[in-house]
């Protein structure tokens, strides 16, 4: 094994997802279903240089990948400015943004200019009502606006989103692939899973990767999985003409073997699972003082331990139902998907 920090399971510290805010203008059903949110005190939220600062540290320490995300990033005032400090690091060399898309046509171009190298816009439906419904946002004719936006900026691979729901966009499979050739983008299916937010998750509105790859055989034939390496199972996938797709299949065949992630929360709580009940606290010791050094040193001593595999535990729950109940999340607002960045 070679001398990169390693968890206990042998998994590198590669990929860093940062939320930049956990403000959003959308409310999705299975991110922020409820009525009113407590937000991260003003005050504590970190500044791009403290962001840029804990890049470089984590930059030290192997991670190479680096996503924005949020709550919706483009929220976040002159986004592009951080772009800007991450993609000057050179041994940041994948810069990628998740989105709703709502603000992307207003930023496309400014972000592409600034470094941002990929971008994800999330795209559950092609139905302005149902996304009224669903996400309580009338601007689904600006995601797509968005979307365009971000094509003619001149991303590389730009990657569309959509979570999938029974009951509610099951039925537009076909359609977001057939959008997605058009665009020129390719589509991701993303199981429903029980992350902390979701409260109002349940099993039955899961549709597992295996049926999703059934409802799309008897409309396109035979499907063709695309393995990217020996180890992981295929994620992406081929249509007869050469249409490519994914699907993530995050709740009933997680993959936490392979998983080189952790997340940064805007408030500076680093967390080694999208499931993990608590993280580490940056933010304190990024303002009491401590030097690169010192932080590094934490955060290879912490990565050391790691032996989070919370989607994979999560198999083993019977009767399974939401991750927590409001009152617990609202008691600590770091366990909100919006909050720890998806
Ligand atoms: N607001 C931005 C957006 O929606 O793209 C970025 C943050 S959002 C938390 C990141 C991703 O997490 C989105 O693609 C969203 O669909 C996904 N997500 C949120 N809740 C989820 C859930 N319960 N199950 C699966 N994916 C979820
Ligand atoms: Fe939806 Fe993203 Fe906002 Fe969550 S953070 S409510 S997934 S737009
Ligand atoms: Fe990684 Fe945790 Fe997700 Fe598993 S559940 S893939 S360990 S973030």
Redesign the pocket.
Known sequence: MSDLLRDTFGRPLASLRISVTDR?N?R?R??MPEDDYVWLPRESILTFEEIARLVGVFAGLGVHKVRL?????LLRHDLPTLVEMIARNARIGDLAL???GVLLAKHAAALRAAGLQRA???L?TLRPERMLAFAKSARHADVLEGIVAAQRAGFARLKL?A?VIRGFNDDELADLIEFARVHDAEVRF??????G??TR?SMEQVVPQREMLEVLARRYGAIEPIAADGRAPAERFRLADGTTFGIIA?TTAPFCRACDRSRLTADGTWLLCLYARSGVDLRERLRTGATDAELAALLRETWQHRADRGAEERLAVRDRGALYAIAALRADPHRE??TR??
């Open positions: 959003c959308m999705c299975y991110c995300t949020g709550g919706e990033p998740t989105t709703n994800t816009v999330s559950d989103n979570v993303i199981e429903y899973m029980d992350v937010g979701a998750w995050s998907m919006h960045g998806g």
